[in-house]
């Protein structure tokens, strides 16, 4: 005894195994279209945040030249505008300011034996940490106690009058 076979309309073609794969395919390729279309928008709304937090670092103005005398030293705040991920957060910085002729070291007040904030005594021309009694001179050295290295720079200029600071960390 045969088969059934499937019942066709007159005139028309019985569907082919090759022309089922074709359109499966088709399918297949139009919901990829279709998913990708939806999830990329989306992936990009999420991750272009994430992806802007790597901006490299920027040149901040934080004074008037003019108020840098030659050989002077200055503490200066300044704030420095951050995308964290999507959390836009104002950052706020000091940084020791030391003139040397037409060239300005920028150094970081924070002490390289355990990172306690040191202060400058004009007086005396040195950097004074209150935690373990560590003692840097005016241009970051160490004078004495336990700090193992100078004070951390950053990079700093003038320019078109002002005293520019890029902090790298
Ligand atoms: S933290 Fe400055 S000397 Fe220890």
Known sequence: MSEPTQS????EEPESPQRRKVLGWLVGVINLLVVGAVIGPVLG?????LARRRESPQWIPVMDESDLPDGSVREVKYAVRV?????IANHEYVVYLKRN???VIALDPTC???GCRVKYQEEKSRFFCPCHG????AEGKVVSGPPPRALDRHSAKF????????REA
Do not use: A, C, I
């Not at 066709?8 to 005139?11: C, L, N, R, S, Y």
């Not at 560590?134 to 001179?137: A, E, I, L, S, Y």
């Open 159 to 166: 320019e078109g009058g002002k005293v520019w600071v890029k």
């Open 8 to 11: 066709t309309k007159f005139g």
């Open 112 to 114: 390289t034996h355990l």
């Open 101 to 103: 002729g037409s060239e």
């Open 134 to 137: 560590g003692v840097f001179d």
């Open 45 to 49: 709304f999420m991750g272009g945040p």
């Open 83 to 87: 995308q964290d991920g999507y959390r």
